[in-house]
């Protein structure tokens, strides 16, 4: 797993290395790991024109001695500073050294082939002030590459949170550890792509505020089925989605379900016709869940309606003490009854999309682990929140970020699909918060395989689960697999 980490933390990791360490040593690491990944990006450095953007704290530091490294092999430096007087002063005397001047705003930036944002790092607080908010607009406007120095400026480092404008990263060079700000919220959008220099914080670093899943960290909790297996032992899941007018939600969830964890599917509902049709696999009834028969999970709520009959139906399974994920017009339901969750002793994950989530009370707001986190401790649940970057956290505090994906996901009926595979995981007996993690994982990188033929809707993701799933295990989609024992 890759840990995320607040500006705090960071900064708690640093403290020993600055006071055991030869002054400097820490930004001279930082700053040459910047330019080393500016100049790959530049290509070839002679000759090219790159601006610094530099603030009066250490991040403009590590912009002035990253400029101070590209002037000298020979590309044109010029740094903006915000406030002269206050601009690091080893950092100005080394890019002057190396030939780098000062200059001014726009027109330089409109040149630039490189504008290298340093104006502030984990020391930001609030939105910008005017003068770094016009600079990252012209930044916006501007044809040259964008990187930001640790973090994008105007982004807060530890929640992804912005305030009013920031600066617009193609790459983001960070230092030490990865900012839980670059990966989730609006931050995510500003920081482009991540690049991680190591500047030895390692056995420094506490346990991280959240966690990224690795495909290996997916495919551990996607155990193949053994020799021993039955249709059963696998885990059953009952699907309870979809209507008679609108079975959709109940196919794709259903179907979903089938090709995460195909032991048993069971569906208990009013879309059973449209199901039956779809996926003769599936075991199906028309009547309630208790009809059913035997189950190890529920996956209740996509397009089951909300009339008096789909909250007795929500009811009665959220009254079992089975692993239970509540989505769409579950958790519209939900919301007006939240009780029934605390309640609840075995596993329930809710996975709203930001309207559903206002519905229990507030809005996700800028800081989405913190949003996503509170809920779960009020209901003592699993809350995953969707979004381009979706959001597992549990009641005690764990909370992982999902880092697969695609915005091709935004499309009607995605959602019942991750319900369906969350069912599946949960009803293998994996922790709620594991299982939620591994489905939003699971998810994206079939939505990014089924997004490499175009735009892709709902029902690709179902036929593209058992690749997905061979990719994150880390056999070649493409490929024959592994045949070997
Ligand atoms: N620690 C280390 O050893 C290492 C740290 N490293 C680097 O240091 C960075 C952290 O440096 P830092 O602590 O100096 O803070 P930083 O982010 O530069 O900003 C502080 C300045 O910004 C200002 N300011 C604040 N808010 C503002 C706003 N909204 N709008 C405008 N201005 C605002 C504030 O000024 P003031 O409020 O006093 O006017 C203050 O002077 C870190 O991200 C990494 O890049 C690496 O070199 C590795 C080694
Ligand atoms: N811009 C985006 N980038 C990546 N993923 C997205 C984006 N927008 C939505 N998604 C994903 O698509 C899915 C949409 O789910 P949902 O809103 O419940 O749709 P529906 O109710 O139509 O099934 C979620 O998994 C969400 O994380
Ligand atoms: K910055």
Partial sequence: MIGLYTAEEVRAAEEPLLATGPEGAL?????TGLATVCARLLDDVYGRRVVLLVGTGNNGGDALHAGAFLARRGARVT???LDPERAHPAGLAALRRAGGRVGTGADAIARADL?????LGIGGRGGLRPEAAELARAAADGAGITIAVDVPSGVDASTGAVDGPAFPAMHTVTFGAVKLGLVVGEGRGYAGEVHLVDIGLGAHLPTPSAWRFTDADAAARLALPAPDDDKYSQGVVGIVAGSATYPGAGVLCTGAALRTRPGLVRYAGTAAGGVRAAWPEAIVTEGRPGDAGRVQSWVVGPGMGTDDDARSVLAEVLATDLPVIVDADGLTMLA????????RRAAT???PHDREFARFGTEPGGDRVAAARDLAADLGCVVLLKGDATVVADADGTAFVNGTGTPWLATAGTGDVLSGITGALLATGLPGVEAAAAAAHLHGRAGQL???????IAGDLVRRLPDAIQRVRGVPHSGLGHWEA
Avoid: H, N
């Fill in 79 to 81: 740094a903006v500073l």
């Fill in 349 to 351: 994950v809710l996975t």
């Fill in 450 to 456: 089924a997004a490499e033929r175009g735009p892709l």
């Fill in 115 to 119: 504008v290298l944002d340093g104006m």
């Fill in 336 to 343: 007006e009854q939240q009780d029934l969750v605390r309640a």
């Fill in 27 to 31: 930004m001279q690491q930082a700053a």
